[in-house]
């Protein structure tokens, strides 16, 4: 199997281009979804968490108050570091979790897409990619989408801002596919990426 991590900052596209590739047949790993499971009622990482940045971010059910860790951990540069340093490692192992099971039921020549918000915090791991597939989009267009589905400017600021830039991205990237258009020439030219990786697929 292939294994391609599909990487790109706030609003760039990169959801729409993994779930177009899902569609046409690529295997689909989501870190957003690995950082909601790992975080899941009773799992060690909430309980890290929680000693971190308050008991009350536990609600009474057991699940965690996204809303409120976020504006604890996003009150400062060093809180923001130390959610990283708690989540990574355990999004990491689910990660190569993962993989190892695609691994096993996965066929030869099969795409097993990994959509990646923080490349540069999984650069260790980018050994595990056959290929790194960066989702460019100018910054004022991010912004204006970013603003579409209800994301303040000031949050898009303070979001893009600890993410990594476009020479970081450009310099791990093997292949890149440019969003300056409408979604469905951006599916397009997903569907074009994964003709010519894959092989012709069905309209």
């Not at 292939?2 to 281009?17: H, L, R």
């Not at 990491?92 to 897409?113: F, W």
């Not at 989009?137 to 579409?148: I, T, V």
């Not at 990237?173 to 994964?194: H, M, P, Q, S, Y």
Request: proline letters at 4%.
């Amino acid at each position: 199997m292939d294994v391609v991590f599909c990487a790109g900052p706030i609003a760039s596209g990169k959801s729409t281009v993994a779930d177009e590739l899902r569609r046409l047949g690529a295997w689909r790993i989501d870190l957003d979804e690995a950082s909601r499971q790992v975080t899941a009622a009773g799992s060690p990482c909430l309980a890290e968490l929680a000693r971190a940045f308050g008991a009350d971010i536990v609600r009474a059910d057991g699940t965690l108050d996204r809303t409120l860790l976020a504006k604890r951990a996003f009150a400062s540069p060093e809180a923001a570091e130390e959610l990283e340093a708690i989540e990574l490692p355990h999004i990491k192992r689910s990660l190569v979790e993962a993989l190892s099971y695609a691994a096993t039921v996965a066929e030869e020549g099969d795409c097993v897409l990994v959509e990646v918000p923080l490349l540069d915090r999984v650069e260790d791991l980018l050994p595990l990619a056959d290929a790194v597939l960066y989702v460019h989009c100018p910054r004022a267009r991010r912004r204006e989408l970013a603003q579409g589905r209800g994301v303040s400017e000031e949050a898009f600021t303070e979001r893009d801002a600890r993410q990594p830039g476009e020479a970081y991205l450009r310099a791990h990237a093997t292949d890149v596919i440019v969003n300056e258009g409408t979604e469905a020439e951006l599916r397009e030219k997903a569907r074009a990426w994964f003709s010519e990786h894959y092989g012709e697929v069905a309209s």
